[in-house]
């Protein structure tokens, strides 16, 4: 009986030595080389712009284009839900070229930018980039406060 016990516990050891256990789950994420002074900020294609804004406590606001001065109705609030920032998204896709800068607030939580780039990968959006707020972006997130 002892040769058992310790063949059983040889063969558990092995076993727990080999298996492996849940992988996390990563989504990658390719940061361009930051750019030259010199270097042109618009692409040709970055006049099919959404901006998307997270805020604090979870609040998403968009608006259409690089910069609020060249638009009329620059802020719009929505949810990250299936019919909020999605649907934006999905809307936004049908556009020919379509780009998404998206620009995360000081008070902004980690997990609001997590479900933002979540959302572009559910809507199967290509092309978006992180970058920083502006002051014209933060003096619009602090008229909705």
Not at 57 to 78: C, I, K, Q
Not at 90 to 111: G, H, M, N, Q
Request: charged content about 20%; glycine content about 6%.
């Amino acid at each position: 009986m002892t040769p058992m016990a310790g063949i059983g516990f040889l063969l558990v050891t092995f076993f727990m030595l080999v298996t492996t256990a849940a992988k996390p789950t990563l989504m990658e994420l390719t940061m361009p080389v930051k750019p030259k002074p010199t270097d042109e900020l618009v692409s040709r294609c970055c006049g099919n712009a959404l901006t998307v804004l997270v805020g604090a406590n979870n609040r998403v606001f968009y608006y259409w284009g690089m910069s609020p001065a060249f638009t009329n109705d620059p802020l719009h609030e929505t949810t990250l839900g299936s019919e909020g920032l999605r649907q934006v998204l999905l809307a936004f896709r049908k556009e020919s070229c379509p780009f998404v800068l998206i620009k995360t607030s000081d008070e902004a939580s980690y997990r609001g930018m997590v479900d933002v780039l979540d959302e572009m990968r559910i809507t199967d959006t290509r092309r978006y980039g992180l970058v920083d707020m502006t002051a014209t972006d933060k003096q619009l997130l602090a008229q909705v406060r």
